[in-house]
């Protein structure tokens, strides 16, 4: 899977995710995208996952028709992320195109 990790997202979850490929905003001079700009351009550049830790995007962007699922991390915390890689990574594997996932990490 091809994952795409939002400003906010901790790149050191990368690691754990070491069977999928994972690029960030930053790297690819998207960190000042917004939301909905964010969004097409990840699914327009052939991303599967949108990992983010914004909560509020699900209220403020519509996926239908996207082939990108948004995976939305619930803290930015990296130690309480870590703690969560098991639960994240089922979120992932789980993520089908066009909806979010809430994944809450304690």
Known sequence: MRILFDQG????????LANHSVET????????LQNGA?????????FDI???????????QNLTGRRLAVV?????SWPRIRTATTKILAALDTATRG??????VD
């Open 72 to 76: 939305v991390l619930s803290t930015t």
């Open 38 to 46: 964010l969004i097409a351009a990840a699914d327009q550049g052939g």
């Open 99 to 104: 909806i979010y996932v809430e994944v809450a």
């Open 9 to 16: 997202t901790p790149a050191p979850l990368r690691h754990a």
């Open 25 to 32: 905003a930053y790297e690819l001079g998207w960190s000042t």
């Open 50 to 60: 949108l990992v983010t830790t914004d909560k509020n995007l699900q209220y403020q």
